[in-house]
């Protein structure tokens, strides 16, 4: 049950009506109970049995730091808990990755080791309520936050079913207290919910699965392409993978402010990032500060003797563990360290910067910020081709083909009908304006009741003209 699927609108509704009518003190049990027969749905009964697994290991371990004594009994229950949290993401994710990977270096040498046969297992969701629950044990060890001492609310706080599956990794400070806090209707929240839950929809269904009608025939059967066709197969995907994941952000955030629960907003206009280090300012937000203030700070206050080579370095390895966390692959590995060499780069470049910028005369121009922002989105362009490729061999066939222009450059737009490029231009230029009316023209917005509701028809009648028949899942679903 995806969140673009009928049965989900189905679903959705029916959730908030019986939260609305439960009386208070039994509306978390409905959600957990909402929230585990959403999980369900995806078929394979051993979810379930994950994500209990982490919630019961995680409940005990804070607990159990909250009534440790001494420092070096924190510290050993810190690190059993994290552990065993990456344990199971590890059996869940990456143990294929593994065995085969082992099975190309001992064949190296020897040539006589075969890795044993491990089924593929469906790991939706894993990897966001396994880092939230290490950053709720983190957050208690420093003492950020109290223990929960309340089980039901732990396990809601970990799968509470608008972010379940593909983020917000949400902190226990900024999530716990809103389950806890007594409803109230408020239309204001239902109505901000429904239409941020329909713009989500209508980016995902109108805009990003039409994109992916391009990109996906020209990354299926690259052999046929070199030049322009790969080149705006892969501009075409940075704007797929990101009004699809921003997509589902949106609709999960709107799907949470019906029960007055505010989720973190996961994006800040991306591509109009100035540097990489800007990028992840603005692209997956709380999994960006995840990072930083996990893997990259403890990483420099170690390194801090090192100086530039210490950030640099410390950049590298949370990057690193970038790729990996969001796939065992090595085109994620190469994407994650593309982006820490990009980081690492710039701490050498810095000093430069600013001296070089007022030789030239650009400090504070706006043909600066309009040259920072072309390099930064080619740089991230040229990443997103390890992302997208299905293998190392096709994403390197990518990289050497992409300024071959011989053959046939009439293929630009092979698999792509210009009735659909033109559904896609219509649906992001409605997007946008729609966006546009609503966010810089409050007033206007809210006193025009024509305006508004006119709003709300015309994006529910483009959405059901323009959408893809055939619904696809999310791609950071993957992740």
């Keep these: 049950?995806?969140?673009?699927?009928?049965?989900?609108?189905?679903?959705?509704?029916?959730?908030?009506?019986?939260?609305?009518?439960?009386?208070?003190?039994?509306?978390?049990?409905?959600?957990?109970?909402?929230?585990?027969?959403?999980?369900?749905?995806?078929?394979?009964?051993?979810?379930?049995?994950?994500?209990?697994?982490?919630?019961?290991?995680?409940?005990?371990?804070?607990?159990?730091?909250?009534?440790?004594?001494?420092?070096?009994?924190?510290?050993?229950?810190?690190?059993?808990?994290?552990?065993?949290?990456?344990?199971?993401?590890?059996?869940?994710?990456?143990?294929?990755?593994?065995?085969?990977?082992?099975?190309?270096?001992?064949?190296?040498?020897?040539?006589?080791?075969?890795?044993?046969?491990?089924?593929?297992?469906?790991?939706?969701?894993?990897?966001?309520?396994?880092?939230?629950?290490?950053?709720?044990?983190n957050d208690?060890?420093?003492?950020?936050?109290?223990?929960?001492?309340?089980?039901?609310?732990?396990?809601?706080?970990?799968?509470?079913?608008?972010?379940?599956?593909?983020?917000?990794?949400?902190?226990?400070?900024?999530?716990?207290?809103?389950?806890?806090?007594?409803?109230?209707?408020?239309?204001?929240?239902?109505?901000?919910?429904?239409?941020?839950?329909?713009?989500?929809?209508?980016?995902?269904?109108?805009?990003?699965d039409r994109l992916g009608i391009y990109v996906n025939a020209v990354y299926g059967d690259l052999a046929s392409f070199s030049g322009l066709p790969l080149l705006a197969a892969t501009y075409v995907y940075a704007f797929q993978i990101y009004f699809d994941f921003s997509a589902y952000t949106d609709m999960a955030l709107g799907a949470a402010r019906l029960f007055n629960i505010r989720l973190t907003d996961n994006f800040n206009s991306p591509y109009l990032a100035t540097s990489i280090a800007d990028f992840w300012r603005r692209w997956h937000i709380t999994f960006s500060r995840w990072i930083l203030d996990y893997i990259f700070k403890p990483l420099q206050m170690r390194w801090r003797n090192a100086g530039s080579v210490g950030i640099a370095a410390a950049l590298l390895v949370t990057f690193l563990v970038s790729g990996l966390w969001h796939g065992a692959g090595w085109g994620f590995i190469i994407w994650g360290l593309l982006h820490g060499l990009f980081m690492g780069c710039s701490v050498f470049y810095k000093p430069y910067q600013k001296k070089l910028h007022g030789r030239l005369g650009l400090v504070k121009t706006t043909r600066l910020k309009v040259w920072q922002v072309f390099v930064t989105f080619n740089l991230v362009c040229f990443a997103?081709?390890?992302?997208?490729?299905?293998?190392?061999?096709?994403?390197?066939?990518?990289?050497?083909?992409?300024?071959?222009?011989?053959?046939?450059?009439?293929?630009?737009?092979?698999?792509?009908?210009?009735?659909?490029?033109?559904?896609?231009?219509?649906?992001?230029?409605?997007?946008?304006?729609?966006?546009?009316?609503?966010?810089?023209?409050?007033?206007?917005?809210?006193?025009?009741?024509?305006?508004?509701?006119?709003i709300y028809y015309y994006i529910c009648l483009i959405a059901v003209l323009f959408c893809v028949k055939r619904a696809s899942g999310f791609i950071y679903f993957g992740f």
Aim: proline share 3%; hydrophobic share 55%; net charge neutral.
């Design 140 to 208: 208690i060890y420093l003492e950020i936050e109290q223990p929960e001492d309340h089980f039901g609310y732990f396990f809601l706080y970990l799968a509470f079913f608008p972010k379940l599956m593909q983020g917000p990794i949400e902190r226990a400070g900024d999530l716990l207290p809103q389950l806890k806090k007594p409803y109230h209707f408020d239309y204001d929240n239902m109505r901000f919910g429904a239409l941020l839950f329909a713009t989500g929809l209508f980016k995902k269904v109108v805009i990003a």
């Design 384 to 454: 997103w081709i390890f992302f997208r490729a299905d293998t190392m061999a096709d994403a390197l066939y990518v990289v050497q083909h992409l300024f071959v222009f011989s053959g046939n450059q009439n293929l630009l737009f092979s698999g792509f009908r210009e009735y659909e490029l033109a559904i896609v231009l219509i649906g992001t230029a409605s997007y946008y304006a729609c966006r546009y009316i609503y966010t810089r023209r409050v007033d206007l917005f809210e006193s025009k009741v024509w305006l508004r509701w006119g």
């Design 1 to 137: 049950m995806f969140f673009n699927s009928f049965e989900y609108l189905f679903f959705l509704p029916l959730v908030f009506l019986l939260f609305y009518v439960t009386p208070g003190r039994f509306r978390w049990s409905l959600l957990l109970w909402a929230s585990l027969l959403f999980y369900s749905a995806l078929g394979s009964w051993y979810l379930l049995l994950v994500l209990s697994a982490v919630a019961i290991l995680t409940y005990a371990a804070g607990r159990l730091l909250g009534l440790a004594s001494t420092e070096t009994h924190k510290r050993l229950i810190l690190w059993a808990g994290i552990l065993g949290n990456v344990a199971i993401l590890v059996a869940m994710k990456y143990l294929t990755f593994l065995a085969d990977s082992a099975q190309f270096v001992v064949g190296l040498f020897s040539g006589q080791y075969e890795a044993p046969h491990l089924a593929l297992l469906v790991s939706i969701g894993v990897s966001y309520y396994v880092f939230q629950a290490i950053s709720y044990l």
